[in-house]
């Protein structure tokens, strides 16, 4: 059974859609004009046909993408491992920071010098120190592989940053929830999964996010390791074409790549501010 509008509420429909399409229009024209002049007053520079030549190059392109996209797989590999590593390590750290009484003041230290430390230091440091300060100790078992080390780096950097998002969302969780928790009988492991973790997730969700965005791009600085990854691929076919369209067309798959978890970051953070107002 469907009811019927008023003719009242059907003429503020009517209204409402005709407002929309009013905006949408607006903004395609407004954003067609800008777009058009932005790409007027670039062609029109006296530099243009030098950087044309130089950064666009449609052949250029074309003949570095296979090894640029190539380059690329192993960026989108290491980033899946990274992204997981992350989380893990990053909860960790935010739970040993979140540990109460005297007792535990050595862990609560170590988590805050971990902080700390990967906090302040430079990534591209960090890379340099990792991934050839590791392999040069000739321990048994470790990784010489430079992907596998650069991975390691951008975990230990980033969870430094996601533990402090993930402490955060704990401390944002009332107290009365937990204690309401353990007075059903849950105990602290129980009350901390079932009740504060959902809770401190869900908060969080916008932030963390926006760390992987920037992870996304970050990623392609193992190539200073020597991993042929997109950056590293747009760098050798740079020095066979002598043209720099190879990094152009680098960092064009890397926006592409960051565009999707950008949208979806949005959405969440669109969704928490609804919440948040309802």
């Not at 009811?3 to 407004?30: C, G, N």
């Not at 200073?224 to 590293?232: M, Y």
Request: glycine fraction near 6%; aromatic fraction near 8%; hydrophobic fraction near 55%.
């Amino acid at each position: 059974m469907t009811l019927e509008l008023s003719p009242l509420a059907q003429d503020r429909a009517r209204y409402r859609r005709s407002r929309a399409r009013r905006s949408t229009a607006v903004a395609l024209v407004s954003t067609v004009v800008f777009a058009a002049a932005v790409v007027v007053g670039l062609v029109n520079t006296p530099g243009w046909p030098r950087v044309q030549a130089t950064f666009l190059d449609p052949q250029d392109a074309w003949d570095a993408l296979p090894s640029v996209l190539a380059g690329l797989w192993l960026n989108i590999r290491v980033l899946v491992v990274a992204e997981l590593g992350i989380l893990a390590l990053g909860l960790l750290i935010a739970l040993l920071r979140t540990l109460r009484g005297p007792v535990f003041f050595p862990v609560r230290a170590l988590a805050i010098g971990y902080v700390d430390l990967f906090r302040g230091v430079p990534l591209l440091i960090a890379l340099y120190l990792i991934g050839f300060g590791l392999p040069a100790l000739r321990l048994q078992g470790v990784p010489t592989d430079v992907a596998v080390l650069g991975t390691i780096t951008l975990i230990l950097v980033y969870s430094a940053y996601v533990s402090e998002v993930f402490r955060a969302g704990i401390e944002s969780v009332h107290p009365s929830q937990r204690a309401a928790a353990r007075s059903l009988g849950l105990t602290h492991r129980q009350s901390l999964r079932l009740v504060i973790l959902p809770q401190a997730v869900r908060r969080v969700l916008p932030p963390l996010l926006n760390d992987f965005v920037a992870l996304q791009k970050d990623v392609g600085l193992i190539s200073v390791l020597g991993a042929v990854d997109a950056i590293r691929a747009a760098q050798i076919q740079s020095a066979l074409l002598f043209s720099f369209t190879p990094y152009v067309v680098a960092g064009l798959l890397f926006v592409l790549l960051a565009i999707p978890t950008g949208r979806i970051a949005d959405a969440v953070a669109a969704r928490a501010a609804r919440r948040e107002g309802a």
